[in-house]
């Protein structure tokens, strides 16, 4: 009997995931990727114990814990390096089964990228979704550029991993306001010879920065702040250093190695949820089903976990009933996040002196509640398991078997 063919379109962290799940549960898959090569941009992502738990049920998480820091005490800080909150990361990995860990986006791409048959990843693929398919039987359809032309592929099932600004969410929910401009524009860096620092996010009147470390020793930065959408600087460093240079160590000393470049991206978030994540044959992961604010840290957390969940249900005879079931299982989750994080990127985007102080306060009022108060706010989100897995653990040597362990 012919294995069942999928077709992912977008080979980021959630496709990959994705197409990961999907051929160990013993489909043929095949990634469309528009850009010409899978290498990442410049930053870095924080993976909590809800998507470490996602990872171990593809046999990716002890490796992706080997290869990342974990983010150790840390806190909240003002501009001026007043601390106003102090993390403790072993209260958040005895609360949560496990701590979370820092690595680069281009360390997990690879590492997605090695459980995939040589072949599974076509990159300067841009694909179109022509039919989405129907539940009863129709086969979904794709048309990819061949010379001046096109040709269609038929797929059991089609997987939309295309972003915030999906084309594929458009085809099945056209009448879908998608993503708005969130207010806030975002910055990243990665850069090599600053160290000696905590690891911390600083908020400001209107403005934020976070300061971390990789296993190897580099530094990652973030930054948000509010200004009009599409806005961009002729030096993105010397924005930075005019935003933020008279900011507490490390941040100037960042903004000054960022020799390499700097990245500026606006933040779109989807506040109003679909109706489904799904439609006859086609569905929707990560930000092209839920964009949200960065706010929580969950926005690739949560396309790992749209991964794993998707292959779980769709693991059946009855696909129209497996897509039904992830949409059940994933859309009310996913809406909740959205709203929380969307609620704290409203705190980022405080500028007024009077509200900001008030802010500050309750910060501090958070860290003087004890050192689990602040970590009890990733209830919810940190605490979420997989669905018991229903396909097969492939062993190395071809015997059966799992060896797979999985955080508590």
């Known amino acids: 009997m012919p294995k069942q063919r999928a077709i992912v379109i977008g080979g980021g962290i959630g496709g990959l995931t994705a197409a990961v799940a999907l051929h160990r549960s013993g489909r043929q898959v095949t990634v469309l990727e528009r850009a010409a090569s899978l290498d990442p941009v410049g930053a870095g992502i924080a993976l909590a114990p809800n998507a470490q738990r996602a990872l171990d049920t593809v046999g990716l998480g002890d490796e992706i814990r080997s290869l990342a820091a974990w983010q150790g005490d840390g806190g909240l800080r003002d501009p001026a390096g007043r601390w106003l909150i102090r993390m403790n990361s072993d209260a958040l990995a005895a609360r949560f089964g496990g701590p979370v860990v820092l690595l680069h986006r281009a360390t997990l791409i690879e590492r997605l990228l090695s459980r995939l048959p040589d072949g599974t990843v076509r990159t300067g693929s841009p694909a179109r979704l022509t039919d989405p398919g129907s539940a009863t039987g129709r086969p979904a359809r794709v048309a990819v550029p061949d010379g001046g032309t096109e040709t269609e592929m038929e797929a059991d099932i089609v997987v939309g991993a295309d972003g915030i600004h999906s084309a594929v969410r458009r085809v099945l929910f056209p009448g879908h306001p998608g993503p708005r401009y969130s207010g806030l524009t975002t910055w990243r860096i990665v850069v090599t010879g600053v160290d000696g620092f905590d690891p911390h996010e600083t908020w400001g009147p209107g403005r934020i920065w976070g300061s971390h470390l990789f296993k ?145 306060g309750l910060m501090a009022l958070t860290a003087r509640l004890g050192p689990g108060a602040a970590v009890r706010a990733f209830d919810g989100i940190a605490d979420w398991r997989p669905p018991h897995r229903t396909y097969a653990e492939p062993a190395p040597d071809g015997a059966d078997g799992d060896g797979t362990r999985r955080l508590s």
């Open 216 to 360: 190897d020793g580099r530094a990652y930065a973030y930054a948000a702040a509010v200004a009009p959408e599409g806005e961009h600087a002729d030096d993105e460093r010397a924005e930075l250093l005019r935003r933020y240079g008279d900011w507490h160590d490390p941040i100037p000393r960042l903004i000054a190695a960022a020799t390499d470049g700097v990245l500026r991206h606006d933040v779109h978030h989807m506040i109003d949820p679909l109706p489904a994540f799904h439609r006859g044959r086609t569905v929707l992961v990560g930000d092209a089903a839920h964009a949200m604010a960065p706010s929580l840290g969950q926005g690739g957390n949560q396309a790992v976990e749209d991964a794993v969940v998707l292959a779980h249900h769709c693991a059946g005879g009855d696909l129209g009933a497996g897509l039904a079931a992830y949409t059940t299982d994933r859309l009310p989750r996913t809406a909740r996040i959205v709203r929380r994080a969307a609620r704290v990127f409203r705190l980022h985007s405080l500028t007024s002196l009077p509200a900001v102080t008030l802010r500050d």
